[in-house]
C-alpha cells in the first residue's frame, strides 16, 4: 500500500505549477522515486534549467501538528545554512497558501549529485567526505537561538525557554495523534510522561538552544560525482529541524559514529558519561514515538513501525531502571 500522503500531479498540473510559482514553461518532468511524506518531480524549464519541486502531503489530519510547517521551517534553516557556508539547495520558490492547489509546495535549483547511501564509495574518499560532512554539521550546531522548539515556531514568535518543556510539548503533540492508534498502551504512555517529569532536571542542564537538522541520515547527504572524484555537495532535507541539544542529532541517526573522520571534521565526539546516555536515550525513544507513528499511520507500513516501537519498549523499560536508581 502506497503512502497515504503521496499523490503523484498530471502533467497539466505539473506544467501550471512550475509557470505560477517561476514565471517559465516546462519543457519536461519526471517523478523522483522514493518520496513518501512528499512528492517530488524533476523540471526541466527554459530559463532556470533543472528544478526540483516538492508538493506537501494530502490527508494532512494525519500529520503531527509540528508537520504541518515543514516547508516553511526547511526555507528557513536554508538561509541559516547558507550564511553559514553549510551547502543546502538554493530555494527558488516557497508557497504554503495552499491557493494554487491544496498543498505547499517548494521548488529549489537542482544539484547534479546523488544521495550518499546510493553513491558506491572507496575507503578514501568515505573518509574525506565524512570529515567534510562533520564540518558542515559543526557549523550548523553552532548556529543558535534564543528559544528552544521546532524553527517555524521559534520564527513565529514560539517557542520554549526550557529544553525539557520543548520536549514535553513535542511528546504531547504526539500523544495527540497517537493515542487511538493502539500501538502504545496507556501504561506506556503514563511511563513516557513520568520519564520525561522525572528527568526535566537533566534536560535543563542544556541552555543553548542550537540548530540541529533531525534527519541527519546518508539519505539526506548529496554526493556530487562531476568531476570524477566525489565531493559532498549539499544537506537535504532539513524540514523537521529543531532548536535544541545538538546531541539530539545523534540519538537515533548513528550512522557517522563507524568514521572517525566524521568525529574529526565535528572537532569532538558526544560524551559517554551516564548523564549524557540517558539523555540520548531520552532523545532516541521521542524519535522512536514519532517514526512508529509516521510509519503505521502516514506511510502504511506496519512492520518498520512494528520495529520503532520495539525499540522504545526497550529505552522505555531502560529509562524507567536508569529513574529507579537516581
Not at 23 to 32: A, N, T, Y
Not at 301 to 309: C, G, K
Request: glycine content about 6%.
Amino acid at each position: 500500500m502506497k503512502s497515504s500522503l503521496y499523490r503523484e500531479l498530471t502533467a497539466e498540473a505539473l506544467s501550471e505549477i512550475i509557470q505560477a510559482a517561476l514565471h517559465v514553461q516546462m519543457k519536461s518532468g519526471r517523478l523522483l522515486t522514493g518520496g513518501l511524506f512528499n512528492t517530488t518531480y524533476l523540471v526541466d524549464t527554459e530559463e532556470w534549467g533543472r528544478v526540483v519541486l516538492r508538493l506537501g502531503p494530502v490527508n494532512r489530519h494525519l500529520l503531527i501538528p509540528f508537520e504541518h510547517r515543514l516547508m516553511t521551517a526547511e526555507e528557513q534553516v536554508y538561509a541559516l545554512c547558507r550564511k553559514r557556508r553549510i551547502p543546502v539547495p538554493q530555494v527558488l520558490a516557497v508557497d504554503v497558501s495552499k491557493t494554487r492547489i491544496d498543498r505547499d509546495f517548494m521548488i529549489t535549483r537542482y544539484i547534479s549529485a546523488r544521495p550518499m547511501n546510493e553513491v558506491d564509495l572507496n575507503r578514501n574518499d568515505k573518509a574525506r567526505i565524512c570529515r567534510d560532512i562533520g564540518q558542515a554539521a559543526a557549523r550548523m550546531h553552532r548556529i543558535v537561538s534564543p528559544r528552544f522548539g521546532r524553527v517555524a515556531d521559534v520564527a513565529a514568535g514560539g517557542g520554549f525557554s526550557r529544553w525539557s518543556d520543548c520536549l514535553k510539548d513535542e511528546l504531547s503533540q504526539w500523544e495527540k495523534v497517537a493515542a487511538g492508534t493502539g500501538l502504545y498502551s496507556e501504561t506506556e504512555h503514563r511511563k513516557i510522561r513520568e520519564i520525561l517529569d522525572d528527568c526535566t532536571p537533566l534536560l535543563d542542564e542544556i541552555h543553548t538552544p542550537c540548530l540541529i537538522h533531525n534527519d541527519l541520515w546518508e539519505g539526506n547527504l548529496l554526493i556530487s560525482e562531476e568531476t570524477g572524484r566525489p565531493k559532498f555537495a549539499a544537506v537535504i532535507d532539513a524540514d523537521r529541524a529543531l532548536w535544541g541539544d545538538p546531541e539530539f542529532e545523534f540519538s537515533s541517526i548513528r550512522w557517522m559514529c563507524e568514521y572517525d573522520e566524521f568525529w574529526q571534521g565535528y572537532e569532538r565526539r558526544p560524551p559517554q558519561d551516564s548523564v549524557h546516555l540517558m539523555r540520548r536515550d531520552i532523545y532516541h525513544l521521542l524519535c522512536c514515538l514519532w517514526n512508529s507513528y509516521v510509519y503505521l499511520q502516514e506511510y502504511n507500513q506496519p512492520e518498520p513501525a512494528n520495529a520503532e516501537y520495539a525499540i522504545a519498549a526497550k529505552l522505555i523499560a531502560g529509562l524507567m531502571r536508569q529513574k529507579a536508581s537516581h
